[in-house]
């Protein structure tokens, strides 16, 4: 009995022994724990310690420690066996034993068949099939969230230990403040560094002389201080129908296919969209994210910042404040250059007109040169009036000329507009002298001037420099005569305006006052009393060189109406259809009609 006794004191002597150096093992680690994030603020060292220290601790194969970014958990230190998954792995945390342990904020072991257990999630590059037991401790923050989590892995035949589980407990709670600190360091260092950066691009962008320079640097730049694969950017065109790549870095990215990209980058400029999957926009490059990032200046949308992840690298919550911000940087700066090159294109316009109202051709030709159009290729000069008796001045006109401008600009690739105070004048270069070419723009100018109440003149197709002043007094009367014969708008080349070319030069006060001027006069007069249309009965006859039978097809009218039509004017002028000059009488309207006489006498027997 006396043996027992003794064996028995001694077993329990060894396990108090045995209980007292794990203690002091135990505090060791943990006092070299304070030690370590004390004396760093630094993130990675410090959890790499932390790891190292674990990995001494508890004699386990493999150490690590998950942080929770952006929702989702991710390796930020490792065992140095491991060291190639850190950055790469990471899951969400309804996956995994770890995300189990982050998502409920309770610490949890498995003791063997550490793959068997249904919330292990597998990663290869961690040999998992090689583990038999994992303990898992969440990190919480001051605020009682999980910010991380602290797994370790044996191999089989050890196991974990409720022991080991405490001291990984006790680790994670000393850690939990000096990983948030080092964070938030890190956090605002980061902020420093992009502001830093931020405000190098913005320099560079200050210095960019045109929108294209000013892409270049910003597409440059933030796929720099992104980290990206790609960045385009994309202009918004003027109606927001559309997007046009204006830069791209690096270069050999390619473009995506108009339509599709256009519908999708289009919805993600509304509010609320969700981000379009990065390879739906470039189907052939190894792009892990999309980040789409609006232009806006002044509530105007501009356009489009688009950056592309490289692999397994998706773009965080810092990245899009980045974005943002450069987006603004470039918003503003794209908008500036194209004001201030607006102000000098309409500068170099009104000169360009100016020098073919005075017939200096070769100043004329190097002005259209600044403003991308060439005088020694096909091109048209064009010149609208209001048309309807609107005065040049008036505010509807003004309104109506600023849109016309715009219509008028995408006529051709290349034009030189000006916009008022009067007539809203351009040259187009049409680039093709084919007939269709031609027929095409005169088809899309007499629709421009039915919509805005235009009278639309248009010259001759020229291809020289020396023609130049030529076509724009050309296309200077064929809109006076379209104004005084197109009604509420439309167009008139200077080919169809016939005799018109030689009276548009007559003034009104030096027009003969003969015998055919006042007999054209009374027809004027009658039709305004009686509501007939006597004077356009006669112009088509004319026209149509007295053919009774012709003249009727055109009017709608019978022959016998006609007849009749012509007898009430012979009496009414005393004119003698068959003997008088017509030619003369013909002149003798289209100058009343050019001087705006009809249409003053309908004005004064409304009035009357």
Known sequence: MRFAHSSDH?????????????????????????????????????LQGIVDLATEATDCHACFIYLLEDGLLTMRAASPVYANAVGVVQMSLDEGLTGWVARHKTPEFIRDSAMADPRTKFFSVLEEERFQSMVAVPIISRAGDSIGVIVLHTEAPREFTEDTLKLLVHIASLVSGAIENAQLYDQQRRRVDALTS???????????????????????????????????????????????????????????????????????????????PARTL?????????????????????????????????FTGEDTEMARAIAHLAAIAIKRAELIEGLTNANIVKDLFEALAAGATTFAATKAAEVRCDLTRPYLVLCAEPAAGRAQGSGEWRAAAEVLGRDVAELAPRAAVEVGPGPVR???????????????????????????????????????????????????????????????????????????????????????????????????????????????????????????????????IHPNTLRQRLGRIEELTGLNLDEDDLLSLELAIKLARLHGRPAEALARRRTG
């Not at 007292?20 to 070299?32: F, P, V, W």
Request: charged letters at 25%.
């Open 10 to 46: 001694w077993e329990a002597s060894l396990t108090a022994t045995s209980e007292a150096r794990g203690l002091r093992e135990e505090n060791r680690t943990l006092y070299r724990v304070i030690n370590l994030v004390a004396s760093s603020i630094e993130l990675g060292p410090m």
């Open 198 to 276: 931020l405000s190098g691009l913005a320099r560079e962008v200050a210095t960019a002389g045109d929108a294209g320079e000013i892409g270049r640097a910003v597409t440059g730049g933030m796929r720099r201080l992104l980290g990206a694969a790609v960045c385009q950017l994309y202009r918004l065109d003027r109606d927001g129908g559309a997007l046009t790549l204006l830069c791209t870095s690096p270069d050999s990215a390619p473009e995506p296919e108009a339509l599709s990209a256009t519908k999708l980058l289009l919805a993600a400029l509304e509010a609320g969209a969700s981000r379009p």
């Open 282 to 314: 470039w189907p052939d490059l190894d792009v892990s994210d999309l980040l789409v990032t609006p232009l806006v200046s002044g509530g105007e949308r501009l356009g489009l910042l688009c950056a592309g992840a490289p692999p397994r690298r998706p």
């Open 426 to 556: 351009a040259v187009l270069a049409v680039g093709v002298r084919t007939p269709e070419r031609i027929e095409e723009v005169v088809r899309a100018c007499r629709e421009l001037g039915r919509r805005r109440g235009a009278a639309i003149g248009l010259s001759e197709l020229h291809e020289s420099a020396d023609e130049s002043s030529r076509a724009y007094h050309e296309a200077i009367d064929a809109a006076m005569i379209g104004r005084a014969l197109l009604g509420p708008g439309g167009a008139i080349g200077y080919a169809e305006v016939g005799a018109y070319r030689y009276l548009v030069h007559i003034a009104a006060e030096n027009a003969p006052h003969d015998r055919m001027r006042a007999a054209v006069d009374r027809l004027i007069d009658y039709d305004a009393r009686r509501r007939t249309a006597l004077l356009d009965t006669l112009e088509r006859y004319l026209a149509e060189r007295r053919s009774v039978i012709e003249s009727a097809r055109e009017l709608f």
